[in-house]
């Protein structure tokens, strides 16, 4: 290949077109396309943290499965004998929230959040 020939080859590697090489002016060109945006952190989030993360209504205490569990919002009112005080979902191994938040998901309740300072008949210290 001739010199000339290589040269006029690798210009548009270089970015200049042919046609701006010899005085013409070139057509233009489409922009390149947008690079694509990185996902958030929260739209990469793995299985156990969208479980922890997951947002559903409150449990109703009058709920059928509530009732069946004994289920109580505030876990000083709890009447049932088992209840000791200081049990609360918030220290509850099967609570899926933060203890420091109002609410969280709770395996019991699937798609609805417990008060951290509800109670159940289920509760299992968490060690
Ligand atoms: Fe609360 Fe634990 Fe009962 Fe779930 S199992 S409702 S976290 S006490």
Redo the contacts with the bound molecule.
Sequence with gaps: MSTRRRFIAILPLAGVSVLAACGEKAAPTAPAPAPMPAPAPAEVATPAAATATAVGPL?DPVDPAAVA?G?VAD?STAKDPKHVVG????N?????GKAADAS?P????PGKQ??TK???????KKS
């Design positions: 449990v569990l289920y876990a049990a609360a979902c918030g509850c191994a099967l609570f899926a969280g709770c395996p019991l309740f417990v008060s509800g109670w159940c008949t289920a509760y299992a």
